[in-house]
Each structure stands twice: as C-alpha cells, then as structure tokens.
C-alpha cells in the first residue's frame, strides 16, 4: 500500500507542478500581451500626435503664405496706385494746364511749353516733351523741365529771362522768352491793370472776408478777416506788397463777382496780344496762372501807361491805419529803395511752382528797357540777375554796343 501511496503522491505533486508551471506560463503570457498592448497603445499615441503635429504645421504654413501672400497683394497695389498717381501727376504737370475758373466759354487751350534758349546753340526741340523727374514735388516748374541748364553769357540765376527796349521793343537779351510757366504773384499786375481800367471808386470801402482767406497754398495775411480799407488801399497793397487778400477782395468785388473779374483778365491779355497767357484767379496762388517772358514784356509796357500803377508798385513803403493800431508794409522788391536803380514799375511773385520773379521797367544808360526774370532760383538771385543785366547795360553802352547779346540770338537753332 505505501508504495501504491508513494506513487499517487508522487503523480499528485507532479501534476500540481505541472498545473503550477501551466499557470505561471499563462499569467506570462498574459502579462506580455498586456505590455505588448500598452507598448502598441503608446506607439499609436505618439503616431497621432506626431500626425496632429505635421496637420498643425501644414496649416500653420498654409496660413502663413496665405497671409504672406495678401501682404504682398496690398504692397503690390498700393506700389501700382503710387505708380498710377505719379504718372497722372506728371502727365498733369507736363501738359501744363490748369482747369480756369472762369466760364467756359473763356476756357481755351493753352500752348504747351515750348522753349527756345535763344542764348545758345542748343535745338529747341531738345526740351520738348520732356517727362518731370521723379520726386521733383518741391521743385519748379523750370527746373522740372530742365530749363535752368539753358547757359547765358551773363549767368543769370533765372532759367527765363528777357530784356527790352521799351521804346523799340528791340529784344537786346532772351533767354527761353518763349517758356510758359506759373507767373505767380506776377498776376496781380494784370489784376491791378484791369480796376485801374474799370475806372471803380478807390474810395469806396471793401470788407476782408472769409472768402478772401488763401485756401490754395494756406498764406499768411495781415489783414484779418473782417477788415475794412477802400479800394484804393487794397490796390496798393497788392502791387507793392503783394498781399493776396487784398488782390482777391479786389477781384470779389468786381461787378458780377470774381468769375467775371477773371474773364475780364484774360480778354485783356488776349487784347494785348499775350497769346501764351492763362489767369485763373487774381492773386497768382493757383499754378494755373501762366505766362511767357514775351507776354509779361507787352503787359509791363501796357500796365506803365497808367500813373497810378507805377507810382503805387515802386512805393518803397506804406502805412494803413486800422482803427487805433496801424500797419506797416513795405516794398517786396528791394530794388526800389536802392538809389543806383530808377525804377518806374515793378512787381515781384513767388510760389513753388514758379520759382522767384520779377518784372521791372527801369532807366538804364539813357534808354528804358523792360526785364522779365521768371523761375529764379534763390531767394534775392532775381535782384541779382537784375543787377547782372544792369552793369552789363552800362557796360555795353559805354563800349557803344549794348545789342552785342542779340548777335547771340543768331546762333539759335
């Protein structure tokens, strides 16, 4: 019986262990599925997120060059409308016209801008057509055109000038005569020719308003809104300080108003055969005030026949009592108060666009001659220029050939 015992005992214990090993077995096989599962499980995770990323960064990146691209898009319009206004500007600038305020059936094309240096052999043609420099928005209309490079015996500052004998109307020195440009305050000597010639009371009290105020380059004025002078004052202010108010309340009190008083302007420059001149506005603030030397010699000579025109723009100075304060003004040109010059008329202008100019009729080596300076460039270089042509007068005259630059005018081409 013991050994049969033994025997079963034995089998017993072996299967046990067996069972035991069966066991041990499964529970690692089990846990191995488990660790190989959660390895999987984690794999995956970093798989997706690692896919989450990449889908982030491409549309990251896809936004980005979306917005880089409408970003380039607004800098590629506003390059092509920058592009689009300098050319319109350049187009407006070249043709050198301006819209008129008068009717429009005063309205007329004014000739383009022809110059011929009569001072060199230079062709003519060489300045036509010509294009503004770009990023000329403060410079003048003669040094956008490149009429300062015209050269001249006396080396004048001004790209345009003109002498003549006002007697003969002998031309004795020319220098782009024929250039039409802003005239700037150059205008009011037409706006005091036509009220001295509509024979208006001088006493007769005008009131500043706000219309007068300059709107078109912001000036200055001393006469404040509300301020009452006659007209004759008004007059005198405008030529021999070149006070806008005054010259726009003259042209606002014309009978039938401003837009009337301008029309009378130009049929007067077309009656004085000014074929190149266009007047906008009494005061010469608008650009679109034009001229030629040629046209400003004929109105100089026509404006002088009036006394009271000469004695009020050569006034050296003058006082206007405004109620208990007084103001005092003084001559524009400095020349008038210079006792080597004998000075009969004259009158100053100056805006951006038309550089520094002066007109004058002055007695010089016996004989009176007519000198129209326009687009200096400096702001005492017209006085100069006058001064120039004044020694080289005096000088040629002495030699007996004060016509030796007109021999130069044969050299044109």
């Not at 105020?213 to 004759?232: Q, Y």
């Not at 603030?285 to 034009?290: E, R």
């Not at 005259?397 to 021999?407: D, E, I, N, R």
């Amino acid at each position: 019986m013991v050994p049969a015992q033994a025997a079963r005992a034995e089998s017993t214990k072996s299967s046990t262990k067996t069972s035991v090993k069966k066991s041990s077995s499964k529970s690692a096989s089990a846990k191995s599925k488990v660790v190989a599962k959660k390895a999987s499980s984690s794999k995956e995770r970093v798989a997706k997120s690692s896919a989450r990323k990449k889908v982030k960064d491409t549309q990251v990146a896809r936004a980005s060059a979306k917005k880089s691209n409408r970003a380039e898009t607004r800098a590629e319009r506003l390059a092509r409308v920058r592009a689009e206004a300098r050319q319109a500007k350049a187009t407006q600038r070249s043709s050198g016209i301006r819209q008129a305020v008068a009717s429009a059936a005063d309205r007329r094309a004014v000739r383009p801008l022809v110059v011929r240096s009569h001072l060199s052999s230079q062709s003519a043609n060489n300045f036509s057509g010509l294009t503004p420099a770009a990023g000329a928005a403060r410079a003048s209309y003669g040094q956008i055109y490149g009429l300062h490079q015209t050269p001249d015996p006396l080396d004048l500052k001004s790209s345009v000038a003109l002498v003549m004998d006002q007697d003969t109307n002998e031309v004795v020195f020319a220098k782009n005569s024929e250039a039409v440009l802003p005239i700037a305050s150059l205008t009011k000597l037409m706006t005091a020719l036509v009220m001295v010639e509509a024979h208006l009371p001088y006493d007769e009290a005008i009131t500043i308003t706000h219309d007068d105020v300059d709107t078109e380059k912001n000036s200055s004025s001393r006469l404040a809104v509300g301020t009452t002078l006659s007209r004759g004052e008004l007059l005198h202010l405008a030529l021999m300080s070149s006070e806008n108010r005054a010259a726009h309340a003259l042209g606002r009190t014309y009978p039938g108003g401003l837009g009337a008083f301008v029309r009378v302007m130009n049929a007067k420059a077309r009656s004085l055969g000014m074929i190149d001149t266009r007047y906008v506005d009494p005061t010469g603030l608008n650009s679109g005030n034009q001229s030629s030397a040629k046209d400003l010699a004929s109105l100089v000579k026509a404006a002088y026949q009036h006394h009271l025109i000469r004695e009020l723009s050569v006034s050296p100075e003058h006082a206007v009592n405004l109620g208990n304060r007084q103001l005092q003004y003084r001559n524009t040109n400095s020349l008038v108060r210079n006792p080597a010059w004998d000075i009969g008329l004259q009158k100053t202008g100056y805006i951006v666009e038309a550089g520094r100019c002066l007109v004058m009729q002055a007695k010089m080596a016996g004989r009176k001659f007519i000198m129209v300076f326009l687009d200096s460039a400096g702001k005492h270089s017209r006085q100069a220029d006058a001064e120039r042509v004044r020694r080289w007068i005096e000088e040629a005259s002495m030699k007996g050939a004060v016509g030796s630059v007109t021999l130069t005018r044969s050299n044109a081409s």
